[in-house]
């Protein structure tokens, strides 16, 4: 009598996986924890963090958080990342224990410098928030292809919503890599409507290589026919610097840096002024 041989162990890869639970403005949450969540890297500026203890943002002015912060991480707990550097260890100015759990034999903790968006104009709280404590990032790039997650309504009725794929298609004639920031980007991200029907649409451009004065006259004149202001910064290296006056080919250019604004003549090989 033959032995009926034993059906072969599926490969780890192709046995079933339990779906991620979905996230409320779209894809599955990633898992919490800086390697799964930022890849391993440094965010940038204009990234967006979601934070799984928001509580441990600490004001740079010192103090707690204000409560309308505080009302706003508990809804939606998103911070935009700035341009200013990371602080590696513990700020001295705000001694406010950590109240993300990590190992305290691991490596000094990077403090990332992140901004808190209020509901009211004007509401603005510059903090510093733990690597340990970010649970997913979203760069500019990523949510350039999110405005079908929003009410057709509402993109109908804010004209930088209604604007982005033309704006995009000029950029992508260009081959330039892009994304929405300030208001725009936030809510393509969230999905929390901050948006409003004045708002310029703000953008980033990503230019690790120089890019002609010609080709950036180009495409500011192309931007400017859209019917709303577009705002673009060309992102090198070194740091960013608006589409709008290096295509002016003026000869002192503001290059914006995690060290502070430097006047230079070339944002790709800068030297100051």
């Known amino acids: 009598m ?17 779906p991620l639970p979905e996230e409320h403005h779209g894809g599955p949450r990633r898992l919490v924890g800086p390697l799964a969540a ?12 979601l934070l799984q203890c928001p509580g441990s943002l600490r004001p740079l002015g010192g103090g707690e ?5 505080r009302a706003v991480l508990r809804a939606h707990p998103w911070v935009t990342v ?6 590696v260890g513990g700020p001295f100015d705000t001694p406010s224990p950590v109240r993300c759990t990590r190992d305290p034999s691991a490596a000094p903790e990077h403090w990332l410098p992140v901004t808190v968006r209020g509901p009211e104009r004007g509401q603005r709280l510059d903090a510093l928030a733990p690597r340990s404590a970010v649970a997913r990032t979203l760069r500019p790039e990523q949510v350039a292809g999110r405005q079908a997650l929003l009410p057709p309504e509402r993109v109908a009725a804010i004209p930088a919503l209604a604007a982005l794929p033309a704006a995009g298609q000029l950029v992508a ?22 948006t409003g029907p004045l708002s310029p649409l703000r953008v980033v451009l990503r230019a690790p290589q120089p890019v002609s004065r010609r080709d950036a006259l180009g495409l500011r004149r192309a931007l400017s026919r859209l019917p709303v202001p577009v705002q673009a910064e060309l992102e090198t290296r070194h740091g960013a610097v608006l589409l709008a006056e290096y295509a002016a080919s003026p000869l002192s250019l ?4 995690p060290e502070g604004p430097r006047e230079v003549h070339d944002p790709w090989f800068p030297r100051d002024r």
């Open 2 to 18: 033959a032995v009926p041989h034993p059906e072969p162990l599926a490969h780890p890869d192709q046995r079933t996986r339990r």
């Open 254 to 257: 503001t290059l914006l840096t």
């Open 65 to 69: 958080l204000p409560g309308w912060a």
């Open 38 to 49: 930022l890849d391993g890297r440094l965010p940038g500026p204009h990234d967006l963090l």
């Open 82 to 87: 700035g341009r200013a550097p990371a602080v």
């Open 173 to 194: 004639d260009h081959r330039l890599v892009w994304g929405p920031i300030g208001a725009v980007g936030y809510e393509l991200g969230t999905g929390v409507p901050v």
